[in-house]
C-alpha cells in the first residue's frame, strides 16, 4: 500500500507509490484501460485541442521567457505573458546530475484560458540569460489551452533553445522516449487534495544514465517512465548547473487586473498542511550519482502579495517548503 504520512487528524498519501498496488491513480486507469504489450499509452490530441492555441507552431511550447531564479524583476505585462513564480533553487553552480521531490496534488482554479498553473521540479543548465538554457521539467499542471479542461495532469517538458524552436510538452513532439505501458503522461491525476482533508501527493525523479548519458523520468518509488536521449541537448549533454522546485501561473492581467488564478492550492505558504501546497524531500542527485537532500537552498517569489513561499526542514520531510496563493485580491490587484 502507499506509504501514509500523519498530521494531526489529517493524512497525506503518496499516489504515485500506488503502482505497486495497482491503484488507479490516472483517470483513465479507473476505466479499466489498459495498454498491450509492446505499447505506450499516448493522449489524443484532437483539432479542438490545436485550434486553443495561438497557432500550430505554439501548440504544445510554452512561451519563450526568462526563466525563473535569475529574473527578480516584474513580469512582462506589455507582451501579456507575465509567468510568476514561488520556488526554491540551487544556489551555487555545482555539478548536478538529478534532482527528486515529493509533490502535493491539488486543482487550483485558472481564471483565462491561455493561463496555466503548475507545480514542477527543472533541472537546468546553459545561460539564463541566452538562446541556449537547457531545461528538463516535469510535474503536474491545470492548462485548459493544452488540454480542454481544468483537471491536474502528470506532464513533461523540454528545450535546448530556452523555449525558442525545440522541445515540447509531454510527447506532442519528438524527444521524450516513453517505456512505461501503465503512465501516461497528460493524463489527469485522481484523486487530489482537498482543504483541511486528506492529502495526495506523487514522487518525481530525474536522473543521468551514467552509462549513456539519457536523463531518465522516475515516477514513485522505482518506476521508470522513458527518457530524454542525451543528443537532444548541448549543456545537459555534461550535467546540469541548477535545480528549481515549485510553482508557476501565468498572469494575462485580465480586465487589466492580476489574475485570481491560484498557484499550489490557492492558499498562501503560512496557511500550512492541510491548507497549503508543499514540496517536501528534495534531493538532488551528485556526482556519484546517489541521492543527498538539497541542503543549500534559496526561495523566490516575484510577487509576494500574490503567491508566496517558505521552506524549512526536518526528519520526516528532509527539506521542503509550502508555496502558492490566491492571486487576485485587494492586497494583489
Known sequence: MPKMIKTDAVRARNISEGLKGGIAWQMWHQKGQRCPKGTVPIRRSTVHDVLRAKSLYNFGKKQSK????RRVDAPDFQTGNGHEHAIAYTKSSQEIYGAKATINVWNPSVEVVNEFSLSQIWVLSGAFDGPDLNSIEAGW????????DSRPRLFIYWTSDAYRATGCYNLLCSGFVQTNSRIAIGAAINPVSFLNGNQFDITILI??????GNWWMGFGGNTLVGYWPNELFTHL????????????IVNSRPNNEHTSTQMGSGHFAEDGFGKASYFRNLEIVDSDNSL?????ISTMAENTNCYNIKSSYNNEWGTHFYYGGPGKSPKCP
Not at 526568462?66 to 531564479?69: M, S
Not at 549533454?237 to 508557476?248: F, I, L, N, R, S
Open 207 to 212: 536522473w543521468k544514465d551514467p552509462k549513456l
Open 66 to 69: 526568462i526563466p525563473l531564479a
Open 237 to 248: 549533454a555534461d550535467q546540469a548547473t541548477m535545480v528549481e522546485w515549485g510553482g508557476e
Open 141 to 148: 499542471q491545470v492548462s485548459p489551452e493544452l488540454y480542454g
Open 292 to 296: 543527498s537532500s538539497a541542503q543549500d
